[in-house]
Nanobody, 122 residues
Framework: QVQLVESGGGLVQAGGSFRLSCVVSGRTFSRYAMGWFRQAPGKGREFVAA????????RYAVSVKGRFTISRDNAKNAVYLQMNGLKPDDTAVYYC???????????????WGQGAQVTVSS
């Protein structure tokens, strides 16, 4: 059994920052990677960033590269998404996810957080 609990969303003006947290508990099976995805109104679930538990290898969507940073704290079973220079297009519900593949495809992740709303005003 695995449970992912997110926190840190809210409302911010363009150019502002947020830090999202995702705490994983009750891990029964190991997972290779954690990822962040987002879903805006009228859009599908979009890849944002991913990180491996072992060595912290990262990958980012082009749209957020240079602005967002994904990190993890293995001792706390936590993953974070630091979001800087937020834009209105970043407005979405953000989901953390665990999967067995280091991938940008949401279909390869099988555990999901409840979602955190991030709203960026223009």
């Amino acid at each position: 059994q695995v449970q992912l609990v997110e926190s840190g969303g809210g409302l911010v003006q363009a150019g502002g920052s947020f830090r999202l947290s995702c705490v994983v508990s009750g891990r029964t099976f190991s997972r290779y990677a954690m990822g962040w995805f987002r879903q805006a109104p009228g859009k599908g679930r979009e890849f944002v960033a991913a990180i491996t538990w072992s060595f912290g290898s990262t990958r980012y969507a082009v749209s957020v590269k240079g602005r967002f940073t994904i990190s993890r704290d293995n001792a706390k079973n936590a993953v974070y998404l630091q979001m800087n220079g937020l834009k209105p297009d970043d407005t979405a519900v953000y989901y953390c996810a665990g999967g067995t593949a280091y991938s940008g495809s949401s279909s390869l992740y099988d555990y999901w957080g409840q979602g955190a709303q991030v709203t960026v005003s223009s």
